[in-house]
């Protein structure tokens, strides 16, 4: 507007008739019109700076916005990324003697992004600090793949990865969840860190809906060992995962998962992995009379939600498995030996709340409460030798999560356990992730 009002001015004053105005009324005319002029050119130059300012403040927003982008979407082509995350726990049970600290476990991970559509991710663990053939402690690779983009919600992976299963699996470092220790249904009924070596495709679609779907290799029964009842007993599929070690891939398995996000902050999925497990072996190849059996297989399946409105956490999770072709292998056990189950199930219900926080600090208090059976029931064999089904333990936990910010964080909790009391016990952890 200032720039049509400065022509209007220069077309009146050129135009302005001269016969009726001396030259004294025609100088003050010029003068108080350029000065007129001068005014609208220094507000001119004001408006063009104003101008620049906005149009640089934008620019400044927009290549801010690029590289928030581009580090979210990973790393730069060609380059290579170090992570991992770690935790020590401190456990002091009823049985006081039991106390005991350990570096539970030390993650190490490489990441390289090779193009636009192509990366390898891996992860390396540690546990228990030191691994050795006198020690307790592992070293294990725990993911080591290729992702490739096919489409644009379309993705294809191909190595060892973790399987899509529950809310845990691919979600496992310890800022992640909550308690000093994962939870017994995602540890003892889906095994933690289940990992499988294979090929897959995952994606989504734009109304929420995530899904995953491949096929890997499987579990082995000629792992089963009847003699270990503590591993065995405590996580069946855990017993006879073949961890991606010389896998015997005869029977391969196939698996899929579904979580739709649709509405902020909630989640709500289910998983189904299956498989032959009889490998063309003999089935518990630790016994003394391991047996060959064809059409063993393991079914895994389970459903969970989570939802995470304002400063609440609230998560739900059933699980069930089974395993088939069973009863000739265990015909062969004596009593005191472990038998494998055709049933085993649990889950859970876990609620936690952001009680305080202050800048990048929080404190969460969490109660949860969960159920689970690794033997809920076992193939029938005639002669009333069927085994007992095991009862179904419960264990209650309340603590509470300290995040220092959000890659570190200090833990505590108290867990109580019906059926074996004498497992009660007060923990405290430190976890981080970088």
Known sequence: MQRTKLSLLLAALLAAPCSHADDAELRARIDRLEAEVQALTAALKQVDAKAEAIANQQEARASASDKTVAEAAGPAFGSTTIYGYGELNYSHPRASSQTQADLRRAVFGFGHRFDDDTRFMSEFEFEHAVASASDRGEAEVEQFYIDHRLTQNTDLKAGLFLIPAGLLNESHEPTHYYGVERNFVETAIIPSTWREGGVGLHGSSDFGLAWDTGVTTG??????????????????????????????????????????????????????????????????????????????????????????????????????????????????????????????????????????????????????????????????????????????????????????????????????????????????GLGLTY
Request: hydrophobic share 35%; with cysteine.
């Open 219 to 428: 579990f082995n029964l000629a792992k089963w060992d009847p003699s270990n009842t503590s591993e065995c007993q405590g996580s069946p599929l855990g017993c006879v995962h073949q961890e991606m070690q010389l896998a015997n891939a005869r029977d391969l398995s196939v698996y899929g998962a579904l979580n739709w996000r649709g509405t902020p902050g909630l989640v709500v999925g289910a998983s189904l992995f299956t498989g032959g497990a009889g490998q063309g072996g003999l089935v518990g190849q630790q016994a003394a009379a391991p047996v060959p059996v064809a059409g063993d297989r393991v079914t895994l399946w389970d459903a969970h939600a989570r939802w995470t409105p304002d400063r609440w956490d609230v998560s739900a999770l059933y699980a069930r498995g089974s395993i088939s072709g069973t009863e000739t292998y265990n015909q062969t056990l004596v009593h005191d030996s472990t038998p494998i189950p055709s049933e085993f199930f649990g889950w859970y219900t876990q609620a936690a709340y952001r009680l305080w926080e202050s800048g990048r600090r929080s404190l969460s208090p969490f109660v949860r409460y969960e159920r689970y059976n690794t033997a809920s029931a076992y193939a029938v064999l005639p002669a009333t030798l069927t085994p007992s089904a095991h009862p179904t333990e419960s264990v209650a936990s309340v603590g509470f999560n300290y995040q220092l910010n959000p890659d570190v964080v200090f833990k505590a909790d108290y867990q109580t356990f019906q059926v074996d009391p004498t497992r009660n016990r007060f923990d405290l």
